[in-house]
T-cell receptor, first 114, second 111 residues
């Protein structure tokens, strides 16, 4: 069954702790993305990667870090420097690296900071 | 950078009515405008998109129009059904894989 898998679905963390959200895809897509979704604010781009071992900051990268060591995987770390980390995080992938194509989203991870 | 504004934030219609959601964008270099539908508790999914060399595109009950001069595009849903109830997001892209999304419209279709 092809698609994008995010884990965990729900995550709770104490203030000051780093947490890593997993994103794995078996669609053979080159491009992968992380978005943050807050009520009334739509989807905001955190980081994106068009190729293995390369990634770029999106509009709200502060307090986040990513890696792209494998084509299939694009984990997101929410660091203690992120001032308001409670949110719904969506990972996506796209077959295109030039121009724009359809984004395929995972089911999301909801992070709550206690 | 690109800025996409979306209106209205909520829209309630009766089943069978039409629904229109409007978006404006700021970057004249944007050339791709997709619409995503997110049902409650589910992932966003692409429902229709349009590129800047086309003024209108239809897919059954859904259509999108684009006015490049005015820098706005709209989603039209005809003969709405309860299963159309969802949050709809518009987006714009200048072609560098950086989609900028609108803030979303919650559509409620009442039977």
């Amino acid at each position: 069954d092809g698609g994008i898998t995010q884990s965990p679905k729900y995550l709770f963390r104490k203030e000051g702790q780093n947490v890593t959200l997993s994103c794995e895809q078996n669609l053979n897509h080159d491009a992968m993305y992380w978005y943050r979704q807050d009520p009334g604010q739509g989807l905001r781009l955190i980081y994106y990667s068009q190729i293995v071992n390369d990634f770029q900051k999106g509009d709200i990268a502060e307090g986040y870090s990513v890696s792209r060591e494998k084509k299939e995987s694009f984990p997101l770390t929410v660091t203690s420097a992120q001032k308001n980390p409670t949110a719904f995080y969506l990972c996506a992938s796209s077959i295109r690296t030039q121009g724009t194509g359809e984004l395929f989203f995972g089911e999301g991870s909801r992070l709550t900071v206690l | 950078g690109e800025n996409v504004e979306q209106h209205p934030s909520t829209l309630s219609v009766q089943e069978g009515d039409s629904a229109v959601i409007k978006c404006t964008y700021s970057d004249s270099a944007s050339n791709y405008f997709p619409w995503y539908k997110q049902e409650l508790g589910k992932r966003p999914q692409l429902i229709i998109d349009i590129r800047s060399n086309v003024g209108e595109k239809k897919d059954q009950r859904i259509a999108v129009t684009l006015n490049k001069t005015a820098k706005h595009f709209s989603l039209h849903i005809t003969e709405t059904q309860p299963e159309d109830s969802a949050v709809y997001f518009c987006a714009g892209d200048t072609g560098f894989q950086k989609l900028v999304f609108g803030t979303g419209t919650r559509l409620l279709v009442s039977p």
